[in-house]
Nanobody, 121 residues
Framework: QVQLVESGGGLVQPGGSLRLSCVVS????????MTWYRQAPGKQREVLAA???????TYVDSVKGRFTIARDNAQNTVYLQINVLKPDDTAIYYC???????????????WGTGTLVIVFS
């Protein structure tokens, strides 16, 4: 059974930082593209950043320079560092695992249940 467990959310003041973590089990982690999404209240889920099995990173323009995605294949974990937090960053943050075409699980995708980030002043 594939599980993704996010952690690291919480209450933070504007200008602060957080590092979110997502631990993955039940899949060959280093064969997956890992992606962070978020869903703010009343809004659709949006993609933030992705990192391929080879370490290539991509970011949506709105978070470039403030968000950093990284992975530790030895720990089956993907991270999202968020700096200079703003009230608009308030959302539930989700990680997603999408096996790449060299994975036996290619064509599937897996989601965590999210971690809540609240930015308040």
């Amino acid at each position: 059974q594939v599980q993704l467990v996010e952690s690291g959310g919480g209450l933070v003041q504007p200008g602060g930082s957080l590092r979110l973590s997502c631990v993955v089990s039940g899949t060959v982690f280093n064969l997956n593209t890992m992606t962070w999404y978020r869903q703010a209240p009343g809004k659709q889920r949006e993609v933030l950043a992705a990192i391929s099995s080879g370490g290539t990173t991509t970011y949506v323009d709105s978070v470039k320079g403030r968000f950093t995605i990284a992975r530790d294949n030895a720990q089956n974990t993907v991270y999202l560092q968020i700096n200079v937090l703003k009230p608009d960053d308030t959302a539930i943050y989700y990680c997603n695992a999408r096996p790449e075409n060299h994975s036996p699980q290619y064509g599937l995708e897996f989601w965590g249940t999210g971690t809540l980030v609240i930015v308040f002043s």
